[in-house]
């Protein structure tokens, strides 16, 4: 065997699977990535194990045949979803809905890894927590931290390539504290604060209703309430955090900054929770609260500053070059900085 | 027509529809009560119109049977329940459940109407708000306060008998800050801290492990937070009320000392919201948290005499004698501290 044809023979697909979108990519043994695919939601707990089957299938499709690879020449597949591998919570509503149970002839992790079956793909598949994907998009370092603050919000502690400890990660009703969900509920709490007179007025209240549609009759504070409750009621809880970004957008209001304020604080304490002197590697901060919004970061940078850490702080867009990474070792590839910097930047270059 | 006959003909019925249990108290013009019944959960938010509707049915016939008074001797029945009358915020699933839809041949406040033609009362029904009815459980004063923190909180302004503005009441989600969800839920996410180290240790977890049955691995942290987080999202959110006791069970220990007083320190915002100057009537408390907890009532206690109010602070059971002056001020009836110190006393002899 040549050796082009055995790296033509050893190809990976990586898989991050999440709650809006799926991506996919094809990488080979040297951490190139040749191809990329993009499906719908791939989340099994928010869209059932039907539909994220089918996304993931999509992606993948795309990815090989961007790639120009055959499905017999994948020689594994690991996909990153939430709740997956045991290092991490069991899977849970973190997008809101009723937990799924897999289908029996499905099995879980199985169903999957069935999932690529009709694409000829037979390797098998593994299922990595998002959380660590997040991680290893940012470094190949095997120690150091996450932080991702998105609809939800947890922070993770990896050593020797796996996940050790896990702050948050609860999901909407008992945990998420500073994730995006947090900060829209808190968007509608202070302005339904306001009109009723137990908060102050805030700026956020002529955002909010500009974004619900909800008429604004300065003279009936009580309209304002009645179709607010109406309106967020009738939504799933988790969806709150399409307010969020308004928090954001009042940047002159004292409601609104103290929102950050404790959305950022709360995210620095469930990083903290994490942290040990026995481990000093880098800290990767994912998500779109973390990713749109410097305030957090920055207040996060300061907070690990203050404590000493002098480690790099990165931010990645989402999982898929960790989950590559993720694929890669798995498959007995040293993830060094040179095939990290390979894998990033021919990645860059297809998306 | 003799006085007898005409005092004997003019009988009203109260009924206080709770999510919980009904009771239902059939009154005379003078303020006496004359029978009292029970039937199950009254309200449509939680239970559905039909069971609602069969359950006020219970009470009444329960007491029309134990007053030895006919139906058609009755002038008029009035119904207090959550979202009643128009003064307050419309109807939402304050119990947690999804908002259901009035039979179409029901329509509303016109299906509890009809619920009372089987017992042959063909009276009008009229709804009120749970909240007043709370309000003159505690006094006649047609100017004054309620502050109710049961399942949901919220407080109220009355002006000539009427309610003129509310605070909070928004339900578990939006608000209801406070109250025994939010009390539960804070006892629920500190044992959470706890386990993966964002908080302070805590008595709470012990409390809430055997209160859930989840053994208690002191070893594993991460076993006590799968165990939690899968128990809790299968219970409805509202639920969560069930585990306030714990808080108030553990009087020695920092983290629940610091929810009661969380939880005091809510309900006080939220009275302070409704207070105005112009009114310095009494102040009427009720719902579980106040009824059982004094700590949570001499908080509020403090806080008014610290704002210079001097009236009396009434603590309340329930809806159900509220409901009866409401019934005797829709009659007509002049309800003043005699004619409520005879329903008070008649009410109290029947249960």
Redesign the interface.
């Given at each position: 065997v040549s050796d082009t044809e055995s790296v033509t023979m050893a190809h990976h697909v990586a898989i991050d699977a999440g709650g809006t979108s799926t991506r996919a990519v094809v990488v080979d043994v040297t951490g190139r990535c040749l191809g990329h695919g993009r499906g719908g939601a791939g989340n099994p707990i928010s869209s059932g194990w039907e539909a994220a089957v089918g996304s993931l299938a999509d992606a993948v499709g795309q990815a090989l045949s961007a790639a120009s690879i055959p499905a017999y020449a994948i020689r594994s597949a690991v996909v990153a979803m939430a709740g997956g591998a045991s290092a991490t919570?069991?899977m849970?509503?973190v997008e809101g809905g009723p937990?799924p149970e897999p289908p029996a002839e499905a099995g879980g992790e199985d169903g999957i890894g069935n999932a690529l079956l009709p694409l000829g793909v037979t390797a098998p598949v593994h299922v990595e927590a998002d959380l660590l994907a997040q991680y290893f998009s940012g470094t190949p370092a095997a120690e150091g931290y996450a932080l991702v603050a998105g609809t939800g919000a947890a922070a993770i502690r990896v050593e020797d390539g796996s996940i050790t400890?896990?702050?948050?990660g609860?999901?909407w009703?008992?945990?998420d504290?500073g994730s995006g969900f947090w900060i829209g509920?808190e968007v509608?709490?202070s302005v339904?604060s306001a009109a009723?007179?137990?908060g102050p007025a805030t700026a956020l209240t002529g955002l909010l209703l500009a974004e619900t549609g909800i008429p604004h009759p300065a003279t009936d504070a009580?309209a304002v309430?009645?179709g607010?409750?109406?309106l967020?009621?009738?939504m799933r809880?988790v969806h709150?955090a399409r307010f969020a970004p308004l928090a954001f957008a009042a940047d002159e209001d004292d409601v609104a900054i103290g929102i950050v304020e404790g959305a950022a604080n709360a995210l620095t304490?469930?990083l903290?929770?994490?942290l040990t002197g026995d481990v000093d590697g880098p800290v990767v901060l994912g998500g779109s609260v973390l990713r749109h919004q410097p305030r957090v970061g920055d207040r996060v940078r300061e907070h690990l500053a203050g404590l000493g850490r002098q480690g790099p702080v990165h931010v990645v867009p989402d999982g898929l070059l960790g989950a590559a990474v993720l694929a890669l070792r798995r498959a007995g590839t040293t993830v060094d900085a040179a095939v990290f910097a390979r894998a990033d930047a021919s990645l860059a270059r297809l998306r």
């Open positions: 919570p069991p849970r509503p937990r400890r896990v702050a948050d609860l999901g009703l008992l945990g504290a509920r509608v709490r339904l009723d007179g137990r009580r309430t009645r607010l409750v109406d967020l009621y009738s809880p709150l304490d469930t903290t929770a994490v």
